[in-house]
Structure formats: structure tokens, C-alpha cells
């Protein structure tokens, strides 16, 4: 069962490097699921159903989302239909869509979750307890897919240790970087802290740099706009029955 799991489209560059690179990709591999962060694809903010709609195209199955899920308001109109389309699990309250979602490919019944963390984030459910209370409910499937989308390594570390030996995996988003520590835990969960963004190579984690340095250096409120230029798709291929797990980081040239 081979999965190909894509960090953080952003906006436009990224949808563009998806679509670019997939095809290339999956001359090269081939896999059964694929699972994108797509928190940050409309402008970096958000999605649309027109976005989701050219992800599927490009052969997404599963759209996960995070901090930025509500950015766009155009979210209400389909989240509620949309059952490829997975928010955090543990908003401290009921809000609109699911946050996990069970897919059937490759012969296999997948659940992919989405979690958020609670250090640097807005104000979110214990994770953790959140994850004990979902597993529960999912004793039927044959893999069970978290993204976790945080931004404190020490908790994402903390958090994939927690589950390691009961899914298949934990896959960091968020940060937009990605990190070179794509392991196996030792009780059998693959792992990595952040498998990166799918977005502008020049940029500050896809978004124009100009309005970025403006607010570090003068701290008044820019408006940030999804950059354009060269783009890269990052993601991590990870074979859930051999237990492996590749990290991938490709330009869209
Ligand atoms: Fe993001
Ligand atoms: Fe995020």
C-alpha cells in the first residue's frame, strides 16, 4: 500500500508545481492514496470548491486542512458535502465537516485524520486526547493516517511517539519546512516533523517576501500574497506494508 502524502499547497505557484510534478512522479513511482495539506491552497489562505475541484483533477484523493481552514469563506458552501475533505479533529468546538475521513484504495480501508497542535496555535482540544478518542472508533480500518499539523517540533516529536505502534503514520504540517528526520519509530509508525510545502521557491513559506520583511522590520500589518516565480512540490512516498518512508522535494522545471 503505497501512499504519497504532499505538504502545503500554497496558492496558485504551488497548485501549478502539483500539477507539473505529479505526472512526472508518478511515471517514476507509482502509489495507491494520495493525500495533500490544502489549507493554504486559495491565494495562501484557505480553499475553494473550485480548488478542490482542480486538486482532485490532478489525482488527489484526500484534502487535509489546518490552521487556515475557515480563511476562505467559500469553505462553508461545501465542506459539510465534501467527504474527501478533512479538518482538525479537535476545534474546541463543533464546527462544520469531519475531521477524519475513511478512503477505500488499493484493496485497503485507509482513515486519514487531521489534528492540530496546541503550542503556537490558536487555542485547540488536547490532541492527544483526541487522538485516544477517534482510534477508538477506528479499530475496523487497515491504516490510519494522521496529519499533524503543528508548529513546536517538541510536540510533533512528542505527539508521534505517543502514537507511534498504533497508525501507520504521523506526518508533520504547518511549518512549511521540511525536516530530515523521515524515520520508522520503533514500534512500527512512520514519521516525519514537517514534510514541507508545495509552493514558490522564492518566497517565505510561499508567500511574497517583500510584505513579510515589511512587517518583521516595522511590525504594522501587510497583506500577504501567495508568491509566483519557480515552484517545488515537497511530499514524502512512504509504503505503509514494507514500512518505508521517502522524502521528496522536486522543482517544477
Ligand atoms: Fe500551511
Ligand atoms: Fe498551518
Redesign the pocket.
Known amino acids: 500500500m503505497r501512499v504519497l502524502f504532499i505538504g502545503?499547497i500554497v496558492g496558485r505557484t504551488g497548485r501549478n508545481a502539483a500539477a507539473a510534478v505529479l505526472p512526472r512522479l508518478n511515471a517514476q513511482y507509482s502509489w495507491d492514496l494520495c493525500i495533500a495539506?490544502a489549507?493554504?491552497a486559495a491565494g495562501g489562505r484557505g480553499i475553494t470548491p473550485a480548488i478542490a475541484q482542480e486538486l482532485l483533477a490532478m489525482g488527489i484523493d484526500v484534502l487535509t486542512m489546518?490552521?487556515?481552514t475557515w480563511d476562505n469563506k467559500e469553505i462553508f458552501q461545501f465542506i459539510d458535502q465534501a467527504d474527501y475533505l478533512v479538518r482538525p479533529a479537535n476545534y474546541p468546538v463543533k464546527v462544520p465537516g469531519q475531521g477524519y475521513t475513511i478512503v477505500e484504495k488499493g484493496g485497503k480501508k485507509t482513515a486519514v485524520l487531521n489534528l492540530s497542535g496546541q503550542a503556537f496555535m490558536d487555542l485547540m482540544d488536547c490532541p492527544f486526547a483526541k487522538a485516544d478518542e477517534l482510534l477508538a472508533k477506528l479499530t475496523d480500518c487497515d491504516y490510519i493516517i494522521v496529519d499533524f499539523?503543528g508548529e513546536a517540533t517538541a510536540e510533533k516529536v512528542g505527539f508521534a511517539r505517543y502514537l507511534d505502534g498504533r497508525v501507520a503514520a504521523v506526518i508533520g504540517?504547518?511549518?512549511?519546512i521540511q525536516t530530515a528526520d523521515e524515520q520508522l519509530l520503533p514500534k512500527g509508525t512512520l514519521y516525519i516533523t514537517d514534510v514541507g510545502a508545495t509552493g514558490a521557491v522564492h518566497s517565505v513559506l510561499g508567500m511574497e517576501i517583500e510584505p513579510v520583511l515589511k512587517r518583521l522590520t516595522t511590525k504594522l500589518p501587510q497583506r500577504f500574497v501567495a508568491a509566483k516565480g519557480p515552484g517545488m512540490l515537497c511530499a514524502v512516498l512512504m509504503d505503509l506494508s514494507a514500512k518505508t518512508i521517502r522524502r521528496l522535494a522536486i522543482a517544477d522545471e
Open positions: 502545503d495539506n489549507e493554504n489546518g490552521n487556515h499539523h504540517t504547518h511549518t512549511h
